[in-house]
């Protein structure tokens, strides 16, 4: 008794709703069952525009998927199948839609910018890098030279002499002075 | 150069800010028909209210209006009444009964008023699914030599007709029956 109730419960709880909502269809080949997966997935309901056919339960997917479970079993090859939904819905009804002058800036314009954006980064890499070397010898002394004229001249005593690490900031203080 | 360099932010914030801007006053609903342009599809259906078939050929010769619309269809009761307005002042109105049974849209035409010149009687939807049609109503404008010019997804009203429809048709100054709408639900024609 206690087996007959749990296994009523347990099919109480099956998604009936589901069911009916999407029908199901038999394949004579499965590699047809699998592209029927894919392109279902791919195409794009006209009647609510965030959803695939597979997912949509609008009149007007019921129609596209029965056309593309017939269409497949009469041979119709993914393109032949696409260009038939595209001749009729437009660019629209496809989540991929094909590489043209339309489609050209969305297919490709996140890269480009994203290189650009690589490129900037690149760069500023390089710059920084340039400017965190490390003094030479030979520019130490003309720092000190020049340090030591400028402090003669004015007589600035307490200038710091700290060494700076760039040309600019050498001359910076020079001017300063 | 350097100064002119700080506002390339600002300059790609403005640019970012014109495109979204432009898509506030977009409609995303909006789904231009892939037939603009294009030929109507051919077909041979069988006339509602009249005996025979009807095919592409017999639709030409002077602008139209295709109407597609069923009796499980709310929004078509909702528009029925400014068609028959429409039909009234002389425009071509032909009807697209799609997915719908043949006695039932009879009756509707029956009690509702028939503004249609002829209404084909697309049962399978074979014809609906070659115009791309996803819902009903929808409203095609056909020019005289067969060519789809325009789609409007949802109902026709004054709004729609003054702003997208009439510039397809001769006389666009054309003064409609100016009886209220709805006022003729239960007149006939």
């Known amino acids: 008794m206690r087996g007959l109730v749990a296994v009523v419960s347990l099919m109480l709880m099956l998604p009936l709703a589901a069911w009916g909502v999407i029908e199901t269809y038999e394949f004579s080949d499965p590699v047809l069952e699998d592209r029927y997966h894919e392109l279902s997935q791919e195409l794009r309901c006209p009647k609510c525009q965030n959803q695939n056919i597979a997912d949509s339960n609008a009149p007007i997917s019921r129609d596209l998927r029965f056309l593309l479970h017939s269409q497949l079993e009469q041979g119709a090859s993914d393109d032949e199948i696409l260009g038939f939904m595209v001749a009729r819905y437009g660019d629209f009804v496809r989540y991929r839609p094909a590489v043209d002058q339309n489609t050209v800036v969305l297919w490709y314009g996140p890269g480009i910018v994203a290189l650009i954006g690589l490129l900037g980064l690149v760069r500023h890499l390089v710059r920084k890098k340039r400017v965190d070397q490390p003094v030479t010898a030979e520019e130490l002394a003309q720092l000190r030279s020049r340090l030591a004229v400028s402090e003669g001249e004015s007589g600035a005593a307490s200038m710091s002499k700290t060494v700076h690490t760039s040309d600019r900031a050498a001359r910076d203080n020079e001017e300063s002075s | ?189």
């Open chain 2, 1 to 189: 150069m350097g100064r002119l360099k700080l506002f390339l932010p600002l300059l790609a914030f403005a640019v970012l800010g014109a495109f979204l801007f432009r898509g506030l006053s977009l409609d995303p609903k909006a789904l231009p028909s892939a037939l603009i342009g294009k030929p109507l599809p051919d077909f041979s259906l069988q006339a509602l209210t009249a005996e025979g078939l009807v095919t592409r050929e017999d639709l030409l010769g002077e602008p139209a209006l295709i109407n597609v619309w069923a009796t499980w269809c709310y929004s078509c009761r909702v528009e029925h009444p400014y068609l028959l307005d429409l039909a009234r002042s002389g425009i071509k109105i032909i009807g697209l009964n799609y997915k719908d049974q043949a006695d039932p849209a009879r009756q509707w035409l029956e009690a509702l008023g028939d503004p249609y010149a002829v209404v084909l009687s697309d049962t399978a939807g074979t014809l609906g699914l070659d115009l791309g049609v996803y819902g009903a109503p929808e409203t095609y404008v056909l020019d005289a030599t067969g060519d789809i010019q325009y789609r409007h997804v949802g109902v026709v009203d004054e709004t729609v007709w003054v702003q997208n429809l009439a510039r397809f048709f001769p006389d666009p100054e054309r003064e409609l029956d100016t009886t209220p709408l709805g006022s003729s639900i239960g007149e006939g024609p």
